[in-house]
């Protein structure tokens, strides 16, 4: 078969026999063969047969065994390069759930840019995102493959929880700083699958070859950013919304950077493969309404023994995740390292339904531009937003996933031809916010408000 021949499949799930991919290939049905959606032939992928049999079946019941017979299962193995191109050519999107991303990633990014297949994947791994970028980008600009990473819970509330906030900050006034303060909520523990725990220690062993990466590549644009830098605080009290945060150390300020870098070079966000001309006029009218900000994250909590909670957790995976007999022993017993935060069974169902997130953006800013340009101006203006959703990892996430990918089958024309990008660049000025609100999370106005001096 070759790259130009017809795609039998719109849609691949790698990996679907994971906890997360299943998932995924659960609230993927739903779009599955329904006339108003661009969904009309899925297959799923992996290299145990049989598992992946068994995940059809749960993720089809209580439909008839035809809806079953309708999705073939192909056997493709991440360490099998001729398995994943034979894969590839066979459809026009791949969605990846096989993680830890930096050991199978890279081969699966790869067969994808080689045969111009598009690529979407959940990692929320630093180390793998930039890598990917730096080594597929303009081949995937070649080939016409668009790679976007991290289309999860990592990191499209954040990406477009920032932009939303961003947007609120009208006519002269600008924003300096937005904090994204992210808190878990459940009636039961808040529990993660294995796989998350293993992708998270391995990127703590990745931080070197991280550094490097950064060192070595070509400067980048920095967004303008009007107002000093703000002062990194590592824990934070925020009276507003009564939560206490402490800095997370996750991909979604890197990404929200990396949308505004690429912003700052293409002001009208990326032109599409194909645009109309009422795409590039909303694409425009979108992109001019975001003004660019310092942004981070901190993982909060009303109580400060849970903040000192989560940085014991912090320094726990840090300290052991840095030599490999940590990592071992970190990887051996999941379950007593993570304070019961991640298990090898991963959560139940229960667990699962109880669990829900809320993400609060606090930007802080300027009523007029003159003031910020002012020296030591003060921030004169608060503008506080909400992303809230289910559960992060097997709820939001599938979601996420499914909707990032219906957007692109939906809409490629007016997606860059291909290349390595953020969510943030490729579906901000897309319907994928109003996607995911029509879906289960919601994007608000909390309060707009003068800072006193
Ligand atoms: N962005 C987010 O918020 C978010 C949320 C959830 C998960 N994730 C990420 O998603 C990834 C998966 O997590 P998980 O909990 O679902 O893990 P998991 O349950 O261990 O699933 C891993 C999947 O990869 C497959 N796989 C492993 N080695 C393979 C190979 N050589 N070739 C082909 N397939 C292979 C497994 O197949 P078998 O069934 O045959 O073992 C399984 O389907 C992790 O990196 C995690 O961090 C991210």
Known sequence: MSVSAPRIYDIVILGASGFTGKHVLKQLLKFFNNPSSPLNSIAIAGRNPSKLTQTLHWATRPDPPSTTASIPIIAADTADPHSLRSLCLQTRLLLNCVGPFRRHGEPVVSACVETGCDYLDITGEPEFMERVEERYHEKGVKMGSLVV???????????????????????????????????VES?????????????????????????????????????VIPGP?????????QKKIGLWGVTLPSADATLVGRTLSI???????????????????????????????????????????????YITLGLIIGLLGSTSFGRKLLLKYPSIFSLGGFRKTGPS??????????????????????????????????????VMGPEMGYVTTPIIMVQCALVLLSQRENLPKGGVYTPGIVFGATDLQHRLQQNGMSFDVISKSSLSS
């Open 229 to 237: 830098p703000p002062k990194g605080e590592i824990i934070e009290h």
């Open 187 to 223: 009636e039961k523990r808040v529990v993660g699958n294995f796989g998350t725990f293993e992708s998270a220690v391995i990127a703590v062993s990745d931080v070197k070859k991280l550094r490097e990466i950064r060192r070595t590549r070509p400067v980048r644009s920095r967004p």
């Open 263 to 309: 912003l700052s070079e293409n002001p009208h966000g990326l032109p599409g493969l194909n645009d109309s001309a009422d795409a590039v006029e909303k694409r425009k009218a979108f992109w001019s309404s975001v003004k660019p900000a310092h942004f981070g994250v901190k993982i909060s909590s009303k109580s400060l023994i849970t903040i000192f909670g």
């Open 149 to 183: 990473c991290a289309c999860g819970f990592d990191s499209v509330p954040a990406e477009l929880g920032f932009l939303f906030n961003s947007r609120q900050w009208v006519g002269n006034e600008v924003p300096n700083r937005v904090e994204g303060f992210l808190s």
């Open 349 to 386: 169902e229960e667990e699962v339904k109880s669990a829900s997130f809320k993400m609060w953006f606090v930007g802080h800013g300027y009523s007029n531009e003159s003031l910020a340009a002012e020296v030591n101006a003060k921030p004169d203006t608060e503008i506080v937003t909400r």
